[in-house]
């Protein structure tokens, strides 16, 4: 009875799913790449989804899929297609769900896969014939007949329909941690921009003494004739010298760094014309013009 009854909901379904191919296959999208690949993964999901429905499931390969730890995976992402009612109609799409919901056997599994069926053409506005609708009705109850848990289809329909909701209360809810994630790193790289323009940093996690200004190493070069292993020591050197010098007024030139202001020149020329040229050393301050000439020399 059982097995007349699931060859009986096959007859039936196989015309449903053949629409659904018609309506979302990857060959009807050649001319559409991105919506053709989403439509190629989906379908085979999808196929993938209606095997216990449209297979017999013997070998211990297809046993292993009605695997609970099995069926949640498969269930575990949506598919996503995109598709027209007809060659002239807009594009539309379509995020469905796939119902998560733990089955106590194959036949519950069976109305639960016919049940998504049914709703998967509905979110495709692919219309049933009531006739068709009432037929695998009958056959769905009929294939769990003598079962110990009774199988419905509406039951089934219900529980799909539950199942959808949550998914797509779920996808709504990552959106939005997405959403305020996504806010909150650009609050912080504005706030890092808008910190660097000032050139001020904290010294410390727990510094909570005044800001210090600090040399824009964006915009900082070293002559061939300082070494590298003094870059840091000199920065932090030249970092303690910057308020004096008031830096804030010529922070966005460019800035060389010298072994010495004589080493700069060549006669009476600058090596590096454009440049803020700072010795590595900063002896005497009271010396040192607070502006940078036009021709970029600080002497």
């Known amino acids: 009875m059982a097995s007349t009854a699931l060859s009986e909901l096959r007859l039936l379904a196989k015309p449903l799913m053949r629409n659904v191919m018609l309506r979302i296959h990857p060959d009807f999208y050649a001319n559409e790449p991105v919506i053709r690949q989403k439509n190629q993964d989906s379908v085979q999901r999808l196929q993938e989804l209606m095997r216990p429905l449209f297979e017999d499931m013997n070998s211990a390969h297809s046993r292993a899929e009605l695997s609970a730890a099995f069926q949640a995976k498969i269930t575990s992402k949506p598919i996503e297609v995109g598709f027209r009612e007809n060659g002239d109609s807009d594009l539309s ?5 796939f119902n998560k919901a733990r089955t ?38 009929a294939m769990g ?5 009774p199988v419905t289809l ?7 329909a539950v199942s959808r909701f949550q998914a797509a209360r779920e996808r709504e809810a990552k959106a939005n941690r997405e959403r305020r994630q996504a806010s909150t790193s650009d609050i912080k790289e504005e706030l890092t921009r808008h910190l660097r323009q000032q050139q001020y940093f904290v010294k410390g996690a727990r510094d909570a003494g005044p800001m210090q200004m600090r040399l824009n190493r964006d915009n900082v070069y070293f002559a061939p004739n300082v ?33 010495s202001l004589e080493s700069a020149l060549k006669g009476d020329k600058p090596k590096y014309p454009g440049f803020v040229m700072m010795p590595a050393t900063i002896r005497n301050i009271q010396g040192m013009p607070s502006m940078p000439p036009s021709a970029g020399l600080l002497t």
């Open 93 to 97: 799409s379509v995020v469905f769900s």
């Open 104 to 141: 106590p056997g194959l036949p519950q599994l069976q109305a639960q896969r016919t049940a998504d069926l049914l709703s998967l053409c509905s979110s495709l506005k692919i219309q049933i014939n009531p006739s068709t609708l009432d037929d695998i009705k009958a056959a769905v109850h």
């Open 145 to 149: 007949a003598g079962s110990q848990k």
């Open 154 to 160: 509406e039951a089934a329909m219900v529980d799909s």
């Open 227 to 259: 070494p590298p292993s003094s870059y840091a020591r000199i920065l932090a050197h030249i970092d303690s010298k910057l308020p004096l010098l008031e830096y804030s007024s010529w922070s966005n030139l460019p800035v060389m760094v010298v072994s």
